[in-house]
């Protein structure tokens, strides 16, 4: 079975920056969208960024664009979020997943993913 880990997570002061990275434990993406999601707490997954699997269309939610960038090395098989000026908002676990057929070429809803990392922790305060 296929693992992703997450990994980079810490706590960082308001405008600082963290990148996390998502290794998966054997060749997992492919052709898979792969995305970041986080959770704050008492509330459900919030979609952060996608890499779509075929084409590549990279698309970002409203509330990280132009602070986030999600990037992905296909030969080492890892998934990164480069996330700088951190606000109080961007608070909680990160988690990386790979989404399922037919999910080639993105998507943002939580339910059209069945690989999940366990999440990496970010906390953004002074």
């Known amino acids: 079975q296929v693992h992703l880990i997450e990994s980079g997570g810490g706590l960082v002061q308001p405008g600082g920056s963290l990148r996390l990275s998502c290794a998966a434990s054997?060749?997992?993406?492919?052709?898979?969208?792969t995305a970041w999601f986080r959770r704050a707490p008492g509330k459900e997954h919030q979609f952060v960024a996608y890499?779509?699997?075929?084409?590549?269309?990279?698309y970002y939610s409203h509330s990280v664009r132009g602070r986030f960038t999600i990037s992905r090395d296909n030969a080492e098989n890892t998934l990164f979020l480069q996330m700088t000026d951190l606000k109080p908002d961007d608070t909680g676990i990160y988690f990386c997943?790979?989404?399922?057929?037919?999910?080639?070429?993105?998507?943002?809803?939580?339910?059209?993913?069945?690989?999940w990392g366990q999440g990496t922790s970010v906390t953004v305060s002074s």
């Open positions: 890499i779509a699997g075929i084409g590549g269309r990279i």
């Open positions: 997943a790979t989404a399922r057929p037919p999910y080639y070429y993105g998507s943002s809803d939580p339910r059209d993913f069945d690989r």
């Open positions: 054997e060749r997992a993406f492919g052709n898979l969208t």
